[in-house]
């Protein structure tokens, strides 16, 4: 497969790694990726350079190039999320990034409740608001809800004043893209979705930290088994 490009032929190659195509442990050399991908060794040099940074690859001297375990792997890192949710592990990824999402999203809106300006807290409230419009008018999957989703779950974390919370920002928003690609958010968002959006940001504008928390997991674990399949 010609891959002219740093892009093509990192996309392909960690594609193949996060589908299990290539397994753990197994060795690559620097000549087999120059003529599977008819690239030049610059090129494949650079690709591999990235994944090694990602966790995805280890080389060696005298060894190879090896592929390494996913306990090894940058798992918040935007790109291996997008592999991941392209293979055959997209569900079982999909569930353990709301798992996460559950586990701190609600904390961030609490914090948000306490710590934001007041800039922040209309936005959030603004954001809602369009959401609530879209969802309403059967614009659930459309590009627009998406935009105002993403802007509104990374304003929160932001909000949170927690940098390590807002670096969080990157995978909420490939889980949220991601799950739109595939096709798997509805044009009308299930019962109580909308509803939660703006209860977060009025407990937000009101300062209200206990609400803004609980109404945070009410939502993302309204989601979470949104995506759960059927009898689970």
């Known amino acids: 497969m010609p891959a002219d490009l740093h892009g093509d032929l990192l996309d392909d190659l960690g594609r193949r790694i996060a589908a299990g195509e290539?397994?753990?442990?197994?060795?690559?050399?620097?000549?087999?990726?120059?003529?599977?991908?008819?690239?030049?060794r610059t090129l494949v040099r650079e690709a591999v350079r990235v994944l090694e940074s990602m966790g995805m690859l280890a080389s060696r001297?005298?060894?190879?190039?090896?592929?390494?375990?996913?306990?090894?792997?940058?798992?918040?890192?935007?790109?291996?999320i997008q592999w991941t949710l392209a293979g055959p592990d997209?569900?079982?990824?999909l569930e353990a990034l709301m798992e996460l999402r559950v586990a701190v999203e609600p904390l961030a809106a609490a914090l948000a409740a306490e710590r934001a300006s007041d800039d922040q807290r209309v936005e959030i409230r603004?954001?809602?608001?369009?959401?609530?419009?879209?969802?309403h008018r059967g614009l659930g999957a459309s590009a627009e809800y998406l935009d105002a989703d993403l802007r509104f779950h990374a304003l929160v974390l932001a909000a949170s004043g927690n940098p390590l919370l807002?670096?969080?920002?990157?995978p909420v928003h490939?889980?949220?893209?991601?799950?739109?690609?595939?096709?798997?958010?509805?044009?009308?968002?299930?019962?109580?979705?909308?509803?939660?959006?703006?209860?977060?940001?009025?407990d937000i504008a009101h300062a209200d930290a206990a609400a803004a928390e609980q109404h945070s997991r009410e939502h993302l674990r309204g989601v979470w088994h949104e995506i759960l399949p059927e009898g689970r």
């Open 22 to 40: 290539l397994l753990d442990g197994e060795v690559l050399t620097l000549a087999q990726l120059e003529a599977d991908y008819g690239a030049s």
């Open 166 to 170: 807002a670096a969080l920002e990157r």
């Open 126 to 135: 603004r954001l809602a608001e369009v959401l609530d419009d879209l969802g």
């Open 174 to 202: 490939e889980v949220l893209t991601g799950r739109t690609r595939l096709g798997m958010h509805p044009s009308t968002p299930a019962p109580g979705t909308l509803e939660q959006h703006l209860r977060v940001a009025m």
């Open 61 to 80: 001297r005298r060894v190879g190039i090896t592929v390494q375990p996913r306990i090894r792997w940058d798992e918040l890192d935007p790109k291996i």
């Open 90 to 93: 997209r569900q079982q990824h």
